[in-house]
Every structure is written in C-alpha cells, then in structure tokens.
C-alpha cells in the first residue's frame, strides 16, 4: 500500500515539474520573440531542445514510480 502511494506521489511531482518548466520555457520564448522577431527560429528551436529536456524528468518519475511499486 505504502508503494501505491509512494509511486504516485513521484509521478505527481514530476508531472508537475515537467508542467512548471514547459510553462516557464515558453513564456521566455514568447517574451524573447516579442523583443526581437528576427530570432524567431532560434529561439523556437532552443525551445524545443528544452522542451525535450525537461520532459525527461516525467520518464525518470515513472519509472521511478515503477520501482516503488513492486517494493
């Protein structure tokens, strides 16, 4: 039971993570297109390589979350 809750309480917290850094990512970009338009595809592929790398911490919680449920 204990590992049922744990699990999902990793998982949460790492979605919520991942949701909090995309938000962040992509109003910085917006704000950096908004100052200067003529960076426009830079700063959408530095974006995307965050994006990316930020969405690496929800598969690390899951399977983190796998682990605590078969403790």
Not at 2 to 13: E, R
Not at 34 to 60: D, H, K, M, N
Request: no cysteine; proline share 3%.
């Amino acid at each position: 039971m204990t590992g049922l809750v744990a699990a999902a309480i990793v998982f949460g917290l790492g979605a919520l993570g991942a949701g909090i850094g995309n938000g962040l990512i992509f109003s910085k970009t917006v704000e950096g297109i908004s100052r200067q338009p003529e960076l426009r595809g830079t700063l959408t592929t530095t974006a995307f390589i965050g994006v990316g790398l930020v969405e690496a911490l929800p598969i690390i919680s899951l399977v983190l979350a796998f682990i605590f449920m078969n403790r």
